[in-house]
């Protein structure tokens, strides 16, 4: 039955090692349940109902994959998107919380028809290898670039934009957790990562890292989410100005959906050798069918987790995985003070080290032509100092179309590309 529902192989897959790839991806991904209540409120919405969401939605679209595309990743609240709905749809722009939800929620719809016609795969499908390669290793980096971001290893320069950060209690125990880390992989010892944050999570409490409230208590109830609850407001909605911003709505979404699914699916090994990733409609639906039970509850859009890819690092292949992970969400609702205790700098070390396991697609690539090199680099290295995966997919697309294009090479180029190409062109001028 197991095998059946989640797509357990008990052959070559153990429960053990499912469950801690389970948690060492919840673990990992778990400081969604802290900043998407922060962002979203300062739009005026309530945080405590933002939280309820946003660990409901993520609990639901989370294990809506595991039982539909029985694979081993985890969907939550994008960081680019509930950036998006906060600081340019509300502050920037003027839309209420509520007409901006509305359009997250309409999005949502989107994704639902254009998933169920199968226009996110054939999107997905016409990706070229050696780009499938680029996205995984430009991913691993991201993911890598995040931690050590997010922990102050690494800090923003006026001058040269970023620069090794100054040694604080953060940035040091963000250290002790990639070197514990890389230790305890390389003595096989196995729920590596997932040991790894506990272990810093400890030591943060000394250097004050990890802080523990006055009068705390690991458990409460679950907040009610009547604050932003299909809380819609559709007076603002029918203008020209709001399709462009649902059409940047599913742009965003779409991109960084499926390049996050190519690269853990590369990682994971399921990935055809024509790059057929299986059950690939069914996760893109359950994202989208998450998308729009979040708008109604009060998220913000929901995306396939990169992070996913530390409990696949520890052997999750199963949607047993994600069946875990999505448990924790719910298990969240009644324990969020003990799981907000966890600092971002006790998960550095597991970012990073995944950046390290999801570098070796780069010696897939073909670099001896030119015309694949050069938008696998662009892919890359776009990735990060634009921070964002989508924009990085879409420079290296553009590029890997022109360069073949002017190159005489238009056989190497599929009618979808084309026709994401001029979509990229025409969002850059009219952004």
């Not at 994959?65 to 749809?89: R, V």
């Not at 050590?148 to 800090?155: D, H, M, V, W, Y």
């Amino acid at each position: 039955m197991i095998q059946k529902l989640l797509g357990f192989d008990k052959q070559t897959m153990r429960i053990r090692t499912e469950v801690i790839a389970g948690i060492t991806t919840f673990l990992t991904m778990s400081y969604i349940l802290a900043v998407n209540p922060s962002i979203l409120g300062t739009t005026g919405m309530d945080k405590g109902a933002v939280f309820t969401a946003t660990a409901l939605a993520s609990a639901i679209a989370t294990l809506l994959l595991a039982f539909m595309a029985k694979l081993p990743f985890a969907q939550a609240p994008s960081m680019a998107l509930n950036a998006f709905f906060a600081f340019t749809l509300v502050q920037g722009m003027g839309y209420s919380w509520q007409t901006a939800m509305t359009a997250m929620f309409v999005e949502g719809v989107i994704f639902i028809l254009i998933t169920f016609l199968n226009i996110r795969e054939i999107i997905l499908n016409s990706i070229p290898m050696n780009l499938r390669y680029a996205i995984s290793a430009g991913i691993g980096m991201f993911i890598a670039f995040i931690g050590l971001k997010n922990a102050g290893i690494i800090e923003s320069n006026p001058v040269t934009y970023v620069m090794f950060g100054a040694f604080t209690p953060s940035s040091v125990l963000a250290m002790v957790g990639i070197l514990l880390s890389g230790i305890l992989i390389v003595k096989k010892v196995k729920g590596a990562l997932f040991y790894s944050i506990l272990i810093c999570t400890l030591i943060g409490i000394p250097l004050g890292v990890t802080e523990i409230p006055e009068g705390f208590l690991p458990v409460s109830m679950p907040h009610s989410m009547e604050p932003t609850f299909c809380k819609f407001d559709f007076s603002e909605f029918f203008t020209l100005d709001m399709a462009v911003v649902i059409f940047t709505l599913l742009f965003m979404n779409i991109f960084d959906t499926v390049g996050t699914l190519v690269g853990l699916a590369s990682k994971t090994g399921i990935m055809g050798e024509d790059g057929h990733i299986p059950h690939v409609k069914e996760a893109m639906m359950s994202d989208a069918i998450g998308t729009t039970i979040g708008a109604m509850m009060g998220s913000s859009t929901i995306t396939t987790y990169v992070e996913s890819a530390s409990g696949i690092a520890e052997g999750g292949r199963s949607g047993f995985t994600s069946l875990i992970t999505g448990l924790l969400f719910i298990l969240a609702l009644f324990f969020a003070p003990l799981f907000l205790l966890i600092p971002s700098a006790a998960t550095s070390g597991a970012l990073v080290l995944v950046g390290v396991f999801m570098m070796d697609s780069i010696s897939k690539i073909d670099m001896e032509d030119m015309s694949e090199a050069l938008p696998a680099f662009i892919t890359i290295i776009m990735m990060i100092l634009t921070y964002s995966i989508a924009d990085g997919m879409v420079l290296g697309l553009l590029c890997y179309v022109l360069v073949k294009l002017f190159c005489g090479k238009h056989k190497d180029i599929s009618i979808t590309m084309y026709i994401l190409a001029a979509l990229f062109i025409l969002k850059f001028i009219f952004a």
